[in-house]
């Protein structure tokens, strides 16, 4: 079995022996970790950080996590409600009145988080996704495609933008910014919207499934043609210098197992962890208020969809592309993340839903 490095309490074995079997079936790197009552249970990595298998995977290595982004821009929107600065009923145009045209003046601050604007599609080219005003002005142009609330459609990229330009109007900070400042550094967590060059040498590449090389673009998880399909957002992009840099608030974060699940721990443990409170328990159940729930137009499939999460029967959480997936249970105070730079074609990849049942696993401790 692949070699496995870290720590987790015995109970969670199941999930160790879980990333070992992926490693060995071929994955080339990757993170998980459980957090139970704010505290990991479960903390481990293995494998390497380059297609050739040369460099180990260490503890501090990173990588872009690509739409689990969305949860820690969520994260940042919640406590900006939570603190009576963000009012969610309110229209977007509000805060941001070049957005309030073409269509756009019923859009609320809570269809930008249920993916129930009606902006679902980036249609300029992926360089203005690293400028940050171009984006912005592009968006400000848009005419929703349905009546904004009456519909669901994934807004993969355009999501980031819309709920980072709130955000930014409110205080003054980009998303990455405040995420950083409010979360991230009161928590001591090691993930980055907007990496800065000190941490290059951290992160693990994206490697493009077996079959396919760095011109792979995103799909959809049942491998319809994304609605981004015409921009053409591929790993080469992902793996740049400029998307590193760039504050793409849907898709360019960067870190690991252990940031991911400790940042969303704060929900699932009604808002502080380690004496650190980010929002109250009121503030927390906010994610898990129901928005939507039918066929998403973009993706394709049924869904649920919260404020800024989806919801998945008694859990919250979002995948990106590629695999990694943060899954948050209130009710076990547990949240379970996997954090991994080896893509798999959507339609063949259940590895994040491994690893979560290998935690639950352990959750239900020895059996008799």
């Known amino acids: 079995m692949a070699d496995i490095q870290g720590s987790y309490d015995d109970l969670f074995t199941a999930v160790p022996n879980a990333l070992s079997a992926l490693l060995d079936e071929g994955d080339a790197g990757a993170s998980v970790a459980v957090f139970v009552d704010g505290e990991p249970v479960v903390d481990v990595w293995g494998g390497f950080v380059d297609a050739a298998r040369t460099i180990p995977w260490r503890r501090d290595t990173i990588t872009n996590v690509w739409s689990v982004t969305k949860t820690m821009t969520a994260l940042c929107a919640l406590i900006l409600a939570d603190r009576g600065e963000l009012d969610l009923d309110a229209p977007v145009g509000h805060y941001w009145p070049e957005f309030a045209r073409a269509g756009k003046e019923k859009v609320l601050v809570r269809h930008l988080l249920s993916h129930t604007a009606g902006l679902p599609d ?3 080219p992926v360089e203005d996704l690293y400028d940050w005003p171009s984006a912005t002005a592009r968006l400000e142009a848009q005419t929703p495609q349905w009546e904004p609330g009456s519909a669901a459609g994934y807004h993969s990229l355009t999501q980031g933008f819309l709920v980072g330009e709130v955000v930014r109007r409110i205080t003054g900070r980009s998303l990455g910014e405040f995420f950083a400042e409010e979360v991230a550094g009161p928590l001591g967590a090691d993930f980055h919207i907007g990496l800065p060059a000190e941490h290059d040498h951290r992160v693990a590449l994206t490697i493009p499934p077996s079959s396919q090389d760095e011109d792979y673009a995103a799909s959809a998880p049942g491998g319809k043609a994304h609605p981004t399909a015409a921009t053409r957002v591929r790993v080469r992009d992902g793996n740049s210098l400029a998307w590193r840099r760039a504050e793409i608030p849907a898709a360019s974060g960067f870190g690991n197992a252990r940031s991911v699940g400790l940042v969303q721990s704060v929900t699932a443990c009604g808002g502080a962890v380690r004496g650190t409170r980010l929002l109250s ?10 928005q939507f729930s039918g066929e998403d ?4 499939m049924p869904i649920r969809w919260g404020l800024g999460y989806g919801l998945f029967d008694n859990t919250y959480g979002w995948g990106g592309w590629g695999g990694s997936l943060v899954v948050i249970d209130p009710e076990n105070r547990m949240t379970v993340a996997y954090v991994t730079h080896q893509m798999r074609e959507p339609a063949d990849d259940n590895r994040g ?16």
């Open 281 to 290: 328990q009121s503030g927390c159940d906010l994610a898990r208020q129901e």
């Open 353 to 368: 839903l491994e690893m979560v049942m290998a935690a639950y696993d352990g959750l239900q401790g020895p059996r008799t």
């Open 122 to 124: 980036w249609d300029g």
């Open 297 to 300: 137009r973009a993706l394709g």
